[in-house]
């Protein structure tokens, strides 16, 4: 199976940069890598994702190792809306099903 | 344009009941998953539909839990008869056409068996 390790917990200074780790050593050549939050009592939401490349959106950025088997999720500036749990995800085909960790909870000071 | 809904979002049931839990998907999403995440592990998945069809059953636990999704809209998981390790979040997510990779996530079902 496919697996990621993370920390289990963060914390940031409001306004200041997060660089929330993730380990995928078992990562294959095809798996995609997703960043997703959660909030309490609501469902996983899509923070970005990437295959090879880094990528921005207006939300984050991924740093994505050369190898492939470690990933980095940047916040530009935490704030207070962002304390979640961040999750990172391999999918694989052929059904692009998600392989969960098990998250690491930011805690944003203000 | 409405998210995944899912419902109930809590059942209390005793253990050896029945209990079915459902999830609209996103109006058009072909495709359909359901995860659950047990005490102190990690989200796993459970199964995939495309449209009305199982595509992908690997992750059911076993014979005591039956996924339909009829007419390939919304999507049922009954789970009969339940355990106590059953309890848990079930969530479902649905998706367009692969390779979308986004998937868009219910708020989940907590299910307690007692």
Do not use: C
């Given at each position: 199976d496919a697996k990621t390790t993370q920390p289990n917990s963060m914390e940031s200074n409001e306004e200041e940069p997060v660089h929330l780790p993730c380990n995928?050593?078992?990562?294959?050549?095809t798996d995609y890598i997703h960043w997703y939050r959660q909030l309490p009592s609501q469902g996983p939401e899509y923070v970005i994702h990437g295959l090879t490349s880094n990528v921005n959106n207006r939300m984050a950025s991924l740093a994505i190792a050369e190898d492939r088997k470690s990933s980095t999720l940047i916040l530009h500036r935490a704030t207070l809306r962002d304390a979640a749990v961040y999750y990172c995800i391999l999918s694989r085909d052929p059904s692009n099903q998600f392989y969960f960790g098990t998250g690491t909870s930011l805690t944003v000071i203000p | 344009e409405a998210g995944v809904t899912q419902f109930p979002s809590h059942s209390v049931i005793e253990k050896g009941q029945t209990v079915t839990l459902r999830c609209d998907p996103i109006s058009g999403h072909d495709n359909l998953y359901w995860y659950r995440r047990v005490m102190g592990k990690e989200i796993k998945f459970l199964l995939h539909f495309v449209k009305e069809s199982?595509?992908?059953?690997?992750?059911?636990?076993?014979?005591?839990f039956l996924a339909e999704r009829t007419g390939g809209t919304y999507s049922t998981l009954k789970v009969q008869?339940?355990?106590?390790?059953?309890s848990g979040v079930y969530f479902c997510a649905s998706s367009q056409?692969?390779?979308?990779?986004e998937q868009f996530f219910g708020p989940g079902t907590r299910l307690t068996v007692l």
């Open positions: 995928h050593s078992t990562i294959s050549g | 199982k595509q992908d059953e690997s992750g059911m636990p076993n014979n005591r008869p339940a355990e106590l390790e059953d056409v692969i390779p979308s990779n």
